[in-house]
């Protein structure tokens, strides 16, 4: 079983950075693909950045790139989500997930809340 835990969300103000860190568990043979997504109050859940664990290939939505950096710690089987130059409509909860494909995410962490002040 596949265990994800997040940290680093807070509070920040707008241009500030935080960086988010997913702490895995378990078994990720066969979930080659993670990444972050984020869910703000009222709305959907949106894909954030995904990184394929082995090629180290990344995605990113078109409303972070340029400001987050997803990136990957081997030896500790750590996922990371540097953010930066903040926006009040970064705020969300954000989620690590483990995937077998970009479009296919099996597990998911329990969320870590992320608040951008104007």
């Known amino acids: 079983q596949v265990q994800l835990v997040e940290s680093g969300g807070g509070l920040v103000q707008a241009g500030g950075s935080l960086r988010l860190s997913c702490a895995t568990s378990?078994?990720?043979?066969?979930?080659?693909?993670m990444g972050w997504f984020r869910q703000a109050p009222g709305k959907e859940r949106e894909f954030v950045a995904s990184?394929?664990?082995?090629?180290?290939?990344?995605q990113y939505a078109d409303s972070v790139k340029g400001r987050f950096t997803i990136s990957r710690d081997n030896a500790k089987n750590a996922l990371f989500l540097q953010m930066s130059s903040l926006k009040p409509e970064d705020t969300a909860v954000y989620y690590c997930?483990?995937?077998?494909?970009?479009?296919?995410?099996?597990?998911w962490g329990q969320g870590t809340q992320v608040t951008v002040s104007s």
């Open positions: 378990g078994r990720t043979f066969g979930r080659p693909v």
């Open positions: 997930a483990a995937g077998s494909d970009s479009s296919t995410w099996s597990h």
């Open positions: 990184m394929w664990w082995s090629l180290g290939s990344t």
